[in-house]
């Protein structure tokens, strides 16, 4: 089944939240370095990833509160927004990735991720789109990106295929393939804190 695309309306509020993110970042972020500085304990294993995590969930929580898109816990600790137009049931996953040095992107994911299977129990069809935040070297918000998520590579971990990037907010993206990939402390398939995976290269 081909995916709709969401509306001018779905995105700019879906804009909105991403430079909220933004700005909670530029006002907030330096402090995963003091809590990373005051206790050597939180620089080590998936500490200050986890920080991140945290800002950026209570980031979008705030801002999807504030504007009344449906936001909401899945499969442990992932979150996701949700959009239901007309018949289309549109969910989120909130993901971070990291542009490699061929400007491509790429996420790893786990295979048991209910984002590589197709849900079709509900009473409207089911869209799974990734909702994308990357990370400067200077710890702030560069991208904010969604993608439909059109499939998936097995592997351990394995990694998700997704249509095109559509950019969000105030920046776009610098080019490249259509994958995302966690850089830091997290275990492979897990950089979100849960067991439900994130999105991956375009094969195109």
């Known amino acids: 089944m081909s995916m709709s695309s969401p509306s001018e309306l779905e995105l700019r509020r879906l804009g ?5 993110l933004r700005e909670t970042f530029s006002e907030r972020a330096h402090r995963i370095d003091v809590a990373v500085g005051v206790d050597p304990y939180f620089g ?10 945290e800002l950026v969930n209570g980031a ?11 936001f909401r816990s899945v499969c442990g600790s992932g979150k ?19 542009r490699r040095a061929d400007s491509s992107l790429h996420v790893k994911v786990n295979t048991e991720s209910a984002l590589t ?10 869209e799974q789109w990734a909702f994308v935040w990357t990370v400067s070297s200077e710890n702030q918000i560069e991208e904010v990106i969604i993608a439909e998520v059109t499939g998936h590579v ?3 971990p394995g990694f ?38 994130g999105f991956g290269q375009n094969p195109f």
């Open 60 to 70: 979008v929580t705030r801002s999807a509160s504030a504007i009344g898109f449906d």
């Open 16 to 20: 909105q939240i991403a430079d909220d």
């Open 154 to 156: 097995a592997g351990k």
């Open 160 to 197: 998700l295929m997704f249509g095109a990037l559509i950019p969000l907010g105030e920046h776009r993206p610098i080019g490249g393939s259509n994958s995302f990939e966690p850089v830091d402390e997290d275990l492979p398939g897990f950089d979100d804190g849960d067991a439900d995976g």
């Open 117 to 126: 299977h197709v849900d079709d129990e509900g009473l409207f069809p089911v």
């Open 80 to 98: 996701e927004l949700r959009s239901l137009t007309g018949n289309v049931d549109r969910r989120y996953r909130i993901r971070r990735g990291a």
């Open 44 to 53: 080590t294993g998936g500490s200050p990833s986890a920080l991140r995590r």
